[in-house]
């Protein structure tokens, strides 16, 4: 492979002018006459027996055109064979005879337009009779409690964490409080031998709040059933192939009859993906017509699966020159109304980052009456994080060792035991550390009275996945790179880059573009930091293979063998030889067209990266604190992160941007506020997002240790720069002579004081 | 709610060009730029106001599409994104810059943000940074962090003044 040169420079996003004009298209955005407009009828309460729902109703009302409980919405309405008596599968679409959190669909009302589909909604008569509620995961865990899922409901739960990160095991089998739908403990050496070593024990619980994607675009799916028994479903989603399998396992469908259109996405963060396709299909086949499903805010905020609130107590100790002898970690994980948080990663994390001889990382998951939980950017790690970098920041302060120092003396490196006992491949967090103690920020380390600069550091393991790609060259010489991923953070330009290097051509010269279900080649769920590393790794694959068929056939063109024949800026010539050859284009009108002689050029790729490239991430903030009125400023903001390779260096710089503010958003802002299971916050009036006058300028600072297993030794990059924000800013609140905070999001009232 | 609410007719200026429609009283400026007329570039994030990404030009101040109803831009110029072009030229300065400084990612607030800044530049063509950070704090943006807005909004400024 010739020298990179188009890797590494910045360059503009492909679909930006789309985007800027206004042309992008997004679900809601596609239009045609014949939609029908759903919308969902609610459960007000947490917990409850649904006793009727009356549609008569709404199907009075001008415009309705149909509504549907989960009785009338079976796979046998929909033409299907009952799978062994039992159509089960339907029931996440709609609550079947009990609601088990406020905000959960009963029912849904078709008509002409949305507002008549609203006002249908609102006509729906549902009688319910309420059941006691655990909202609270402490209550839901006591002795007595209702139970949330019965053991039969909760067989068969997919594996969040699979799809995001990597499974890491430490399950724990057997007896557990109510409501506990799994527990995992990683140990190592003798945990209590460890905190006699110490000189110094520091011990605190942490509280860390849920938290919404907020992505600016609400959910959204449409869908229309054809006559031979097909769907075709236009979807907001990170992952078509996750929503084409979910929809065709609901709709009891083979999937090679359900088409995913990847729609334009605007933002997801881990929150898109299947969590309306299957209704919005279900649908369009019993009305046959054609249906548009959009959530309002107020409903994705209420229907949607946002992040889990957690909580952590850590107990570190440490000799006196600052060398852990022992972490200890207790966590509990707050699933909503169905298994799936991210506490296993919490605990690979939290136990990982830094070697102690001695270890206990135990964590519970527990299920309660509220909205079920899923993946919001890093799952788990933001939890995990806050915890432990302001327990390593305490302890600093009670050893004297500055605070950089004292992590880099017990940071993970390459070959270190993880809580699994696996050894860490090459990672970058000793260089993330070395960076930020090198930044004139921590150097002078310059601040005010009432002025105060913290430092916390995150990671990220990298998800996994297989992939594929294709590379075909058209007849004038220029590619088209096929691929199955979604686009939402800048990967399909960075695909272009990649393709253009490992072929030898200008990246002008290559359009990327992301095929439906029934056209792409597979690729993975966009999240996880893993597009880069696992689709990029297929279209580097499928361009060097097409560059190999290029060769071939110029090799018979110009009487030379294809390995003395190299391309370079869309010009195959003999090695060594810079005049002459002849250009892709002429080789390439060679394979099509009438009489044309030479097979096409369609290179493929396929890979199946099952290890992941790790990220780390350390962040300083220097804030400044007005404890009187309880007003905060943050007034600088480094983000270092090792990135393995930036391919697109503006791209990755934007995702560390953006990650940095989402940390920010946890640290000061955001709170899924519940009460009594009804979520006070549903509205972005209420929900607190950061706004530009938050935020200072964020500077990035990116360090380079490649990975073997991403292309040109990129890693993933957009969950780490989200993780180390929330500790970062309360470690600098405590650096200003502010308390020590426990919990986030930070309340003024929390920062009043001398 | 058991009667069929009442319709207006309606005519105002979208991007120049003259429209006369028969809306429902109750419709929103967004829904019928959206729905009536296929002006799809202006996006609903929230519908309460909050969020910006429907922001349009309503006699060339900003206003929140999703709060205004339809009826009341009568005799009104409405511009949005889909107007805010130069002519023949793809992409105006503005947009050009946010294409060369990265000021966008998914797209969403992004409409919401140029209608905000053009407001802002025939206003006050050179701008501070603290002008343009409290110029764009109306709307939501979840993907950047807005320093590349920022930045997007000062170069545009830099280049519309070349």
Same mark, same amino acid.
């Given at each position: 492979m010739s020298e990179a040169s188009y890797i590494g420079t910045s360059v503009p996003r492909r679909e930006g002018a789309h985007k800027l004009s206004g042309q992008a298209q997004y679900v809601s955005d596609l239009r045609r006459h014949d939609w029908l407009h759903a919308r969902l009828v609610l459960s007000p309460y947490a917990h409850a027996k649904i006793e009727r729902v009356d549609l008569t109703p709404a199907l009075r009302l001008p415009g309705v055109v149909a509504a549907f409980s989960a009785q009338d919405l079976t796979l046998a309405r929909l033409g299907r064979q009952l799978n062994g008596g039992s159509d089960r599968v339907l029931d996440v679409l709609l609550a079947h005879s009990e609601v088990s959190f406020a905000g959960e669909p009963v029912a849904v009302v078709l008509a002409e337009t949305a507002a008549a589909a609203e006002d249908g909604a609102e006509a729906v008569e549902v009688s319910y009779r309420r059941l006691a509620a655990a909202t609270d995961p402490r209550q839901a865990m006591a002795k007595d409690a209702v139970r949330v899922r019965s053991e039969e409901e909760l067989h068969g739960a997919e594996d969040e964490e699979a799809a995001h990160g990597a499974a890491v095991g430490g399950e724990v089998e057997g007896q557990s409080a109510p409501n506990v739908t799994r527990q995992i403990a990683f140990d190592r050496g003798d945990i209590d031998a460890g905190f006699r070593l110490a000189d110094q024990v520091v011990e605190q619980s942490y509280r860390i709040a849920g938290v919404h994607q907020a992505y600016l675009e609400p959910q959204a799916a449409a869908a229309e059933a054809h006559p031979d028994g097909s769907v075709t479903i236009w979807a907001s989603t990170q992952g078509a192939f996750y929503s084409r399998s979910y929809a065709a396992e609901c709709l009891g469908l083979s999937e090679e009859k359900v088409k995913v259109v990847p729609m334009t @996405? #605007? #933002?997801?963060? &881990?929150? =898109? #993906?299947?969590l309306l396709e299957p209704l919005a299909a279900a649908l369009a086949t019993v009305v046959r017509r054609p249906v548009m499903l959009v959530l309002d805010r107020l409903q994705d905020f209420l229907v949607s699966n946002p992040g889990p609130a957690a909580e952590i107590t850590v107990r570190l100790g440490a000799t006196k020159d600052g060398q852990l002898t022992a972490i200890f970690a207790d966590m509990m994980f707050d699933s909503g109304a169905a298994p799936g948080s991210p506490v296993g990663i919490a605990g690979m994390l939290l136990g990982g980052t830094y070697q102690a001889p001695n270890l206990a990382v135990r964590g519970v998951e527990v299920v309660t009456h509220k909205v079920p939980v899923g993946a919001y950017r890093a799952p788990g790690a933001p939890q995990a994080y806050f915890a432990l970098e302001s327990a390593m920041d305490e302890l600093s302060r009670k050893l004297g060792v500055d605070p950089l120092t004292l992590r880099l003396k017990n940071a993970s490196v390459e070959g270190d035991p993880q809580v699994n006992g696996r050894p860490w491949p090459r990672i970058g967090l000793v260089e993330c550390l070395e960076q930020a103690a090198r930044d004139p920020l921590w150097v002078k380390r310059q601040k005010g009275d009432d002025e105060g600069i913290g430092v916390a550091a995150g990671g990220w393991p990298g998800g996994t996945e297989p992939a594929a790609a294709v590379c075909r060259v058209n007849g004038d010489g220029t590619l088209t790179v096929q691929v199955g991923s979604v686009d939402i953070t800048g990967t399909h330009t960075t695909f272009a880059l990649i393709a253009a290097q490992a072929f030898g051509i200008d990246p002008s010269r290559v359009r990327v573009i992301t095929g439906d279900t029934d056209a792409a080649p597979y690729a993975g769920f966009a999240g996880g930091s893993k597009i880069t590393t696992t689709v990029g790794s297929a279209v580097l694959a499928a361009a060097a293979e097409a560059r190999r068929q290029i060769l071939e056939l110029a090799a018979s063109e110009m009487? %030379? *063998? %294809?390995?003395?024949l190299e391309v370079s800026d869309g010009q195959v010539r003999v =090695? &060594? @030889?810079?005049? #002459?050859g002849r250009s892709v284009a002429e080789l390439a009108a060679l394979t099509t067209g009438f009489g044309a002689s030479k097979a096409p050029v369609t290179g493929q790729g396929r890979t199946a990266i099952t290890k992941s490239a790790p990220g780390f991430a350390v962040h300083i903030a220097k804030v400044r604190l007005d404890r009187r009125h309880g007003w905060l400023k943050i007034v600088d903001y480094l983000a270092v992160q090792d990135v393995g390779k930036a391919l697109n260096p503006a791209a990755v710089a934007g995702q560390m941007r953006g990650g940095t503010a989402q940390g920010i958003g946890r640290a000061l802002f955001e709170q899924m506020v519940y009460q009594g299971g009804q979520l006070q916050d549903a509205s972005l009036a209420d929900y607190d997002l950061p706004l530009a006058s938050d935020l200072p300028p964020i500077r990035v600072a990116m360090v380079e240790v490649p990975s *073997?297993? &991403? !292309?040109?030794g990129a890693k993933g990059v957009g969950? *780490? !720069? %989200?993780?180390?924000g929330a500790a970062t800013v309360a470690n600098a609140i405590r650096d200003a002579g502010g308390p020590r905070l426990t919990s986030v999001p930070i309340r003024p009232q929390q920062l009043i004081g001398d | 709610m058991s009667e069929m609410p009442g319709r207006v007719a309606v005519r105002f200026v979208v991007n120049g060009r003259p429209v006369e429609r028969e809306v429902e009283g109750r419709q929103s400026l967004a829904d019928c730029l959206r729905d009536g007329l296929s002006l799809t570039g202006t996006h609903l994030g929230c519908e309460q106001g909050v969020c910006g990404a429907c922001n349009v030009l309503v006699d060339g101040q900003v206003v929140r599409s999703c709060l205004m109803l339809a009826a009341q831009a009568e005799g009104c110029q409405v511009t949005t994104v889909e107007g805010i072009g130069e002519g023949d030229r793809r992409l105006n300065p503005l947009q050009q810059a946010f294409l060369d400084n990265h000021g966008l990612q998914c797209g969403f607030c992004t409409p919401g943000m140029l209608i905000a800044a053009t407001a802002l530049l025939k206003e006050? !063509?050179? !701008?501070?940074r603290e002008e343009v950070t409290a110029a764009i704090s109306g709307v939501v943006c979840r993907c950047t962090g807005y320093t590349d807005i920022v930045d997007s909004i000062l170069a545009a400024a830099d280049a519309m003044a070349r």
């Open positions: @996405v #605007g #933002g997801a963060f &881990g929150g =898109k #993906g299947g009487e %030379a *063998p %294809a390995d003395d =090695k &060594g @030889v810079p005049e #002459g *073997p297993i &991403g !292309p040109f969950e *780490p !720069p %989200a993780i180390p | 006050n !063509p050179h !701008p501070s």
